[in-house]
């Protein structure tokens, strides 16, 4: 094992985890990125093996990440200070390990029957735990549209808790291509249109969500086969104005499960 204790934010290769952590572009054109956590890294190696760096702070870690540091320990090795490791991570209360990691290649079903297009989500956080909720659907492919906020930076993969590693991610994805190609039936989540609780979801099934503020493009609405709409309560005080795209992806991803289960 390689080890190296670097103290400076001039050292190359502290520039190097930055800009990692930093920068989406840097990390496509690396195709690596830092992995936060036990629980992701353990999730990345059960899934691809084991991480080309570890990166730890000076002082002590957590009992788990001791643990996990033990069992790689002839894995090379970068201590950082407290504070410049703190740097590079995206959460105020780290366990105490990073991981550089080479980012998968996840292969495209040749016939996707269950998708989730994505279009615009801007916050990495959101966009994590809506992978995250697509992972536990057993959606088959994700596509990100071109105004996504990069699935690989340090706060996605903190949100997505590993949903990264089961499933393919096509990011930069032409949503109207993607959805002409797809061989099933396409429903634009949208304010006005059929419940998604009246819908047939038996049958292969795109679902497209849009913006967290502005919601769908017209276009990429006019694309889809059906628009369809959560239906929501209304009190003494009115109704909610709509989801956010979290939960609508959710409900109508779960509600394809629920079909499925009711069969």
Aim: hydrophobic share 45%.
């Amino acid at each position: 094992m390689s080890f190296k204790h670097i103290t400076s934010r001039d050292n190359p290769v502290f520039k190097y985890y930055k800009k990692l952590s930093e920068n989406a572009r840097e990390r496509r054109s690396e195709a690596k990125t830092l992995l936060d956590g036990v629980h992701l890294i353990e999730a990345y190696v059960a899934a691809f093996g084991e991480p080309e760096v570890l990166i730890i702070p000076e002082g002590k870690s957590s009992v788990e990440a001791t643990r996990l540091i033990q069992s790689l320990e002839h894995i090379a090795t970068v201590m950082l200070p407290t504070l410049m490791f703190a740097e590079i991570t995206p959460v105020t209360s780290s366990t105490g390990v990073l991981a550089l990691v080479n980012i998968p290649e996840i292969s495209v079903p040749e016939a996707p029957s269950f998708a989730l297009m994505l279009e615009d989500i801007q916050d990495p956080g959101n966009l994590g735990s809506m992978l995250r909720t697509a992972a536990a659907a057993g959606v088959e492919v994700v596509y990100l549209s071109m105004g996504c906020t990069d699935a690989w930076s340090p706060k996605a993969l903190r949100g997505g808790q590993g949903a990264q590693f089961v499933m393919p991610i096509i990011e930069r994805a032409d949503l109207i291509n993607a959805l002409r190609a797809f061989h099933g039936a396409s429903y634009a989540t949208a304010m006005t249109g059929e419940s998604i609780y009246a819908q047939d979801l038996s049958t292969p099934a795109a679902f497209v969500v849009g913006n967290e503020g502005a919601g769908l493009r017209m276009e990429t609405i006019a694309a889809c086969s059906k628009h369809v709409t959560i239906p929501m309560a209304k009190t003494a005080l009115g109704s909610v104005e709509s989801l956010n795209a979290g939960a609508a992806a959710a409900i109508c991803l779960f509600e394809r499960v629920r079909q499925f289960k009711s069969r």
